[in-house]
């Protein structure tokens, strides 16, 4: 399987790059563009620049690698834990293992605080129908700030705690 790497991402105007894992594989690419899952932080330079305006056509400095995080050779079940934007790299290992069919159980938990926060559900849903046929994909988000009168059902808490007392615990990877 490929790595994943983060890039520094400069702007003019911005005072210090920001570091972001790349979201996608490089075969999901065009050519000389690149995605990014960046989510808007109150008093964030560089979030709050993009989401000023359009930003097409402007000036974008890419370096890096400024770290490496990819798959191991293992034949042991993958265990991907991540929460917000944390699913960027997550999101390109998982579809670089469906690009190469690779021959392992895995379990996604996503962190989020409610519904609203999810997002990119129908990309897990295609991993999920693209995965080795030999093999289990399960993709679990758990709600930690939830409102308990909302329609949700699916787990609720710290996504680290239901790891512990649903995997952990019970030894079932």
Same mark, same amino acid.
């Given at each position: 399987?490929?790595?994943? +790497? ?14 972001? %894992? ?5 075969? $999901? ?9 960046? $989510? ?6 560089? %979030? ?6 359009? $930003? ?6 890419? %370096? ?8 191991? @050779? ?21 579809? @670089? ?19 609203? @926060? ?16 030999? +093999? #289990? ?9 939830? %409102? ?11 996504? #680290? @705690? ?12």
């Amino acid at each position: 399987a490929s790595d994943v +790497y983060k890039r520094q991402i400069k702007v003019e105007g911005i005072q210090k790059p920001r570091s972001y %894992s790349f979201a996608q594989t490089p075969e $999901r690419e065009n050519e000389n563009e690149y995605t990014f899952f960046i $989510r808007l932080v109150p008093g964030g330079e560089l %979030s709050a620049w993009l989401a000023e305006k359009n $930003r097409e056509g402007e000036k974008v400095v890419l %370096s890096g690698p400024m770290g490496k995080f990819g798959l191991d @050779d293992s034949a042991k079940p993958m265990v991907c834990i991540a929460g917000g934007s944390g699913m960027s790299a997550i999101k390109s290992i998982l579809e @670089d293992c469906v690009n190469n069919q690779v021959k392992r159980n895995c379990v996604y938990l996503f962190g989020a605080r409610t519904q609203n @926060d999810l997002y990119c559900a129908s990309v897990m849903q295609e991993i999920k129908n693209n995965w080795h046929p030999d +093999y #289990t994909f399960e993709y679990i988000p758990v709600l930690s700030g939830e %409102s308990e009168e909302s329609n949700w059902t699916g787990p609720t808490g710290y996504v #680290t @705690d239901y790891f512990q007392e649903n995997f952990v615990k019970t030894e079932s990877m």
